[in-house]
């Protein structure tokens, strides 16, 4: 014989409350009477302030009058003054002005996705007058990358010694790069580079 579900629905329906209700029932009785307790004030512990009595101010000696500085004499010719500035002006030598810093105008940022990388890179020559005195050190260069890989400008940020920043610049330009991208496209940008001398143990 077929059951029809749909006539056994209401049945299952009216079952399951029957079941729920007698669990709860059996939960309430069966559950521990719940009994809350007085509410007790927490005791604070008492806190006890001292005073403290400051300590009597020792005698301060008064500061040692200072020396005043003789004040100017009046000279009775101006020849005497005019002898005195030139002794004193003698044997000055005049300073040029120095070269004002470089700038980093030059180092503008190119959006781009992925730098630059070295493809093949040129280690710079050791100059002699540096291997006798011991130099050791890195350049840092600014390089600009064109599209195609190429080192098209090489400049000094940071200096080390001059023959030592003409050989960083001489490998520099030689060195290759995977050219930096923007969305896939290869772009020219700046990049700083810098270039290791250190001698052998």
């Known amino acids: 014989m077929r059951l029809d579900l749909k006539e056994l629905y209401p049945y299952y329906i009216r079952l399951g409350i029957v079941f729920a209700l007698l669990f709860h ?4 009785i069966g559950a521990p009477a719940f009994t809350p307790k007085p509410y007790e004030h ?5 806190i006890a302030i001292e005073e403290v009595k400051a300590k009597e101010i020792e005698d301060i000696k008064e500061p040692e009058e200072i020396a005043r500085p003789s004040l100017p004499v009046e000279t009775e010719a101006e020849e005497e003054v005019e002898v ?3 002794e004193k002006t003698v044997g000055l030598e005049t300073v040029e002005k120095l070269p004002p810093p470089p700038t980093l105008d030059h180092f503008v940022f190119i959006p781009h996705d992925t730098p630059p990388k070295v493809k093949d890179r040129i280690l710079p020559v050791y100059p002699e007058i540096a291997k006798k005195a011991g130099i050791e050190g890195s350049v840092l260069l600014h390089l600009f990358v064109d599209e195609n890989g190429k ?3 090489a400049l000094v940020a940071t200096s080390l010694e001059s023959s030592m920043d003409e050989a960083a610049l ?3 330009r030689k060195t290759t790069f995977y050219p930096a991208l923007q969305r896939d496209k290869p772009v020219g940008v700046w ?5 290791r001398f250190r001698l052998k143990d």
């Open 42 to 46: 927490m005791r604070t512990t008492e």
């Open 191 to 195: 990049v700083a580079y810098p270039v």
């Open 84 to 86: 005195e500035t030139i």
């Open 170 to 172: 001489e490998a520099a």
């Open 25 to 28: 029932v059996v939960v309430f």
């Open 151 to 153: 080192v098209i400008k």
